[in-house]
């Protein structure tokens, strides 16, 4: 952010509690990797409700713009939920919670005002769905000669990446890996995302599954000074090998 001489900025410091904290092994410890923004204070954001019968500590919503969550947030206990300070733009807005399909809001717009996309009478209520596991280790070979090697990469994060039928690519979940052994894990639905747009001053379009979509990902694992690497997985009812490695 760049303040000129003699100008005043007001700004949010933005820290971000669930992806700041890293298991440790199998030491019983945790390791704190602090993520932090830095935002302009805007009055914009986006604000909405979530059905209550959903596990909602195991909710998210998450403001996303090509595939990357810009700001996300969980609902509280009525079920509403408030992304503020939003640079102006048009979001993706997509819902996942345990044991529910995702469900995904095309169209959101944010600009001088918070953008209300629905009431407690139209609380958005995923439909159940079957949930399956992914878990890999994250690696990264070396070749010294003849001989070549592979270390675990302890700064890495694993994204979830779904690519819905006509647009857009959306993050249905990020894990930092483990801070010793590089693996990580995580559980995403196996049913069809639900897709809809929402228009100002109409409302959300009818949310319809996404057939095509359904259970297929893409697992991309990035870190400092890395080439990003990515593999497609199609889940099924076992666990699902998610093993990346990045190239010398």
């Given at each position: 952010?760049?303040?000129?001489a ?25 390791n ?65 919670s ?30 159940v ?100 690497v ?19």
């Amino acid at each position: 952010v760049d303040v000129a001489a003699g100008q005043a900025a007001d700004l949010v410091l933005d820290f971000d509690a669930c992806k700041s904290v890293v298991k440790a092994g199998n030491s019983g410890r945790y390791n704190l990797k602090p993520v932090v923004s830095v935002v302009p204070r805007v009055a914009s954001g986006v604000m909405g409700y979530v059905t209550t019968t959903l596990s909602l500590g195991s909710t998210t919503v998450a403001a996303q713009q090509n595939g990357a969550t810009v700001r996300s947030t969980v609902p509280d206990a009525a079920g509403k939920f408030n992304i503020p300070f939003l640079p102006a733009g048009t979001y993706t807005l997509v819902i996942t919670s345990d044991g529910r399909a995702t469900t995904v809001l095309t169209g959101v717009a944010a600009g001088t005002a918070t953008t209300v996309v629905n009431g407690t009478a139209t609380a958005f209520a995923p439909p159940v769905s079957s949930m399956a596991d992914v878990t890999g280790t994250v690696t990264a070979t070396s070749v010294s000669g003849s001989t070549t090697t592979s270390i675990a990469v302890i700064d890495a994060d694993v994204r979830a990446l779904q690519a819905l039928t006509g647009g857009p690519t959306i993050e249905v979940a990020m894990r930092a890996v483990d801070a010793t052994n590089g693996t990580y894990s995580m559980r995403l639905p196996l049913a069809a995302p639900l897709k809809g747009t929402f228009v100002a001053g109409t409302g959300t379009t009818a949310l319809t599954p996404d057939t095509a979509a359904a259970g297929k990902y893409t697992l991309r694992a990035q870190a400092p000074g890395r080439t990003a690497v990515e593999r497609s997985v199609t889940l099924g009812t076992s666990t699902t090998s998610g093993d990346l490695t990045f190239l010398p």
